[in-house]
């Protein structure tokens, strides 16, 4: 369980040859008792690990689309205790590794030991903390080590280069590479020098680089996926989870094989 499922999950992928794909959703949207068949649904359609975000009343980072997915959420009564009790409640039925992408307010208000020991009885692998800089990562890292449960970093485009590579070097489970500077949401193109970027990135990290932050069409995860080792995909998929348009959501899974296709031909 923790880090060791998401290192398996990730070497199983990329060792056929293929790219990761991990799908952002968050929890509570549409109602916590939908979160259980969509956990199956990404597992059944090849998602690589899934990530679950906890709804927040100032999510810094997020764009119009899981701002508004977090307001849903928050309506209809979502907390996260309410979230890693349904992921324990489920927990015996699923395979796919979770990841959690939190704000610090609410785990610190949950209580970081009473979070770790909950993750851990909830079969959470990894966290994300967007506002939680190196700096300060000692608030809670302890904790999540104690109880191995990966501290997944983030590093931006904008970034000093010494302060990425330290970032690559710590992370855990994989690093999660922001490709645009800004929000979350849907883009129609990356800013020149995303490639070697990633490329960079990924000569520095000991742990897979996934792109993530606008990746919102096929074409872009094939294209993306030619320089880390896959994408991850949130705005679209709450979208398309909206629309109920299953059948887009398979073409964006599925465009991890064809990028694996493009990278090695």
């Given at each position: ?76 009564g979502t907390t996260l205790s309410g979230v890693l009790n349904e992921l324990e409640a489920c927990k015996q039925k699923r395979h796919i590794p979770i ?167």
């Open positions: 369980m923790g880090k060791e499922k998401l290192n398996a999950a990730f070497k199983s992928v990329l060792e056929h040859g293929e790219k990761a794909f991990v799908p952002y959703i968050m929890a509570g949207d549409g109602g916590l008792d939908v979160l259980k068949d969509r956990i199956e649904f990404f597992e059944e359609n090849g998602a690589t690990v899934l990530e679950l975000g906890i709804p927040f009343s100032d999510p810094v980072a997020d764009g119009p689309t899981i701002q508004a997915a977090g307001i849903r959420a928050l309506r209809a990841v959690l992408m939190s704000y610090v307010n609410p785990i610190y208000a949950y209580g970081i030991k009473n979070f770790s020991e909950k993750c851990v009885s909830a079969g959470v692998d990894g966290v994300i903390i967007p506002d939680l800089p190196m700096e300060e990562e000692e608030l809670i890292t302890d904790e999540l080590t104690k109880h191995n449960i990966a501290l997944i970093r983030l590093a931006a485009l904008t970034s000093p280069k010494e302060r990425v590579l330290e970032i690559a070097e710590r992370t855990e489970g994989f690093l999660y590479a922001v490709t645009v500077t800004g929000i979350t949401g849907a883009r129609n193109s990356y800013r020149d020098g995303v490639g070697e970027y990633l490329k960079e990135l990924k000569s520095a990290s000991i742990t897979p680089v996934l792109a993530g932050f606008g990746v919102s069409t096929p074409e872009q995860v094939i294209e993306l996926s030619q320089y880390c080792d896959g994408v991850v995909v949130g705005s679209k998929i709450i979208e398309l989870l909206l629309l109920n348009d299953l059948i887009s959501i398979k073409k964006l899974i599925s465009a991890t094989k064809n990028a694996s296709i493009e990278t090695t031909s």
